[in-house]
């Protein structure tokens, strides 16, 4: 015959019965109290693994009022390869020894986005939010400011109120990338940008600016293609502008797809990259490290950028201000030379 205690759900009362010291100590261990012995927090979080213990979130709830869930409205990125893993695999890691655990949503659109966030407000659903592609005036930082409900956006704003965020410093880069290629020689730059609504275009534009503006080189904005425009329909455009004259001799993409359709659309036209053409690419998923020829580019960690988002996250959801949660991610390392 079973046994019947062993077909029970494991407790913090039986966590504390096979260690040997209270509940209340328990509980505090499970919550990482930075008071407690670190051996003691160990050996509970050790214990706790070993018997399948999962706290009740229903009556962790009823007890705290919080869910104990992050939620992340996540897009398809499609532009940037491992977008969505790198930074799933970041927030995860820095949740793991934490109570908190991720849920995420898919969002298909800023309309679907906004509306998937009134609902877990309205809900309850989460105890806090992190979401991306943020826009100058953006509806969803305004709404959940006015709601004081705890979130990072992956992205900046440009409203008067500060709100917490995690943003990569696309100024750099485009300054920088621009600076590289006009080092090498190029005599005309062009530059792939995202879609006017987000706000992180005008930061690639004006880091761009600033660097062909000093060197007084001819410049251009690739037309009829954003950053958000699949891989073909880059690939194409590409293809047609250097086929036409006065083509640039030097060009910087800001994403892992848009680099490899635009190496394609070069080589296609006959052309040689690196010779005929320099080209700068922000990668984030490695893929340019096997890619030949070689192609010059910098790396965004993303991986960093979900550990940072969730460590932020945490930090408002305890209440810090929201001055003190603003973070902009420095280029990572150098740009990687052809």
């Known amino acids: ?168 410093d696309n100024f750099t880069f485009a300054q920088q990338a621009a600076e590289m290629l006009i080092k090498r020689g190029a005599k005309r730059l062009g530059i792939l940008l995202p879609p006017e609504r987000f706000t992180f275009r005008q930061h690639l534009l004006h880091g761009f600016m600033q660097a062909v503006r000093a060197s007084g080189i001819e410049h251009e904005i690739l037309e009829g293609v954003s950053l958000d425009s699949d891989a073909e329909t880059i690939s194409a455009q590409i293809l047609q502008r250097f086929g036409e004259k006065n083509a640039p001799d030097g060009l910087i993409l800001p994403g892992d797809v848009s680099g490899l359709a635009a190496l394609a659309a070069i080589q296609d036209r006959g052309l040689v990259p690196g010779r005929d053409v320099q080209l700068v690419v922000k990668q984030t998923s490695g893929v340019f490290d096997l890619v030949r020829p070689r192609v010059a580019s910098l790396y965004e960690d993303l991986s960093a950028a979900g550990e940072t988002l969730a460590d932020l996250l945490l930090k408002r959801i305890d209440g810090a201000p929201a001055t003190d949660l603003q973070y902009i991610q420095p280029i990572s390392g150098f740009l990687r030379d052809a």
């Open 1 to 168: 015959m079973p046994n019947p205690t062993h077909s029970r759900r494991p407790t913090q009362r039986t966590i504390a019965a096979k260690v040997g010291i209270s509940v209340g100590a328990v509980s505090r261990a499970l919550a990482n109290d930075p008071q407690m012995a670190e051996e003691t927090r160990a050996l509970v979080h050790k214990t706790a693994q070993e018997l399948g213990y999962s706290p009740d979130r229903a009556a962790q709830r009823l007890r705290t009022g919080r869910t104990q869930v992050i939620n992340l409205i996540l897009p398809p990125h499609e532009e940037i390869l491992g977008f969505g893993t790198l930074l799933i695999g970041g927030i995860s890691a820095r949740l793991e020894s934490t109570p908190y655990h991720l849920v995420v949503l898919p969002d298909f659109g800023h309309d679907e986005s906004a509306a998937r966030i009134r609902r877990v407000v309205r809900d309850k659903l989460a105890d806090g939010i992190i979401f991306s592609r943020t826009t100058p005036d953006d509806a969803r930082i305004k709404f959940l400011l006015e709601a004081d409900f705890p979130f990072v956006s992956h992205g900046r704003s440009e409203l008067a109120t500060p709100h917490p965020y995690v943003d990569f």
